[in-house]
């Protein structure tokens, strides 16, 4: 099993890249607004009203991004979830597009695939 972590700098793209992964059989995941530092220091060099205003005017700057994590149990499925976020998101080695890595599973405790929660 794998642990997928996908961290978007753009918001619009996360609609498109669940439904792609409902498409390729990634059908769990958590989705969250985090906070990078590196963001979260550039509006704090400015002052408080320079720093709200940068916010309303280009929103594209906002401190926040969408982190996405799922688990993942077979790694094909995993190497075509790497893949979707490309084709969705961009080139992930380009500036402003974001991070995805994977870790490897030992001990995952309660999770289900939909097809053994159906069984039950």
Same mark, same amino acid.
């Given at each position: 099993? *794998?642990?997928?972590?996908?961290?978007?700098?753009? &918001?619009?793209?996360?609609? $498109?890249?669940?439904?792609? #992964?409902?498409?390729?059989?990634?059908?769990? &995941?958590?989705? #969250? @607004? /985090?906070?990078?530092?590196?963001? $979260?220091?550039?509006? /704090?060099? @400015?002052?408080?009203?320079? &720093? /709200?205003?940068?916010?309303? !005017?280009?929103? =594209?700057?906002?401190? *926040?991004?969408?982190?996405?994590?799922?688990?993942?149990?077979?790694? =094909?499925?995993?190497?075509?979830?790497?893949?979707?976020?490309?084709?969705?998101?961009? @080139? !992930? $080695?380009?500036? @402003?597009?974001?991070?995805?890595?994977?870790?490897?599973? =030992?001990?995952?405790?309660?999770?289900?695939?939909?097809? =053994? /929660?159906?069984?039950?």
């Amino acid at each position: 099993m *794998y642990l997928l972590v996908i961290i978007l700098d753009k &918001a619009k793209d996360m609609e $498109n890249l669940l439904h792609k #992964f409902h498409d390729i059989g990634v059908t769990g &995941a958590t989705v #969250f @607004d /985090s906070v990078g530092v590196g963001r $979260n220091t550039l509006y /704090s060099t @400015d002052k408080p009203v320079i &720093a /709200s205003l940068k916010r309303i !005017f280009d929103p =594209e700057q906002r401190t *926040y991004n969408h982190t996405l994590i799922s688990i993942i149990r077979e790694r =094909e499925t995993v190497d075509n979830a790497l893949a979707a976020a490309q084709e969705v998101c961009g @080139d !992930f $080695n380009q500036p @402003d597009v974001g991070i995805m890595f994977t870790v490897k599973l =030992e001990d995952v405790i309660g999770f289900k695939t939909t097809k =053994e /929660s159906d069984a039950e």
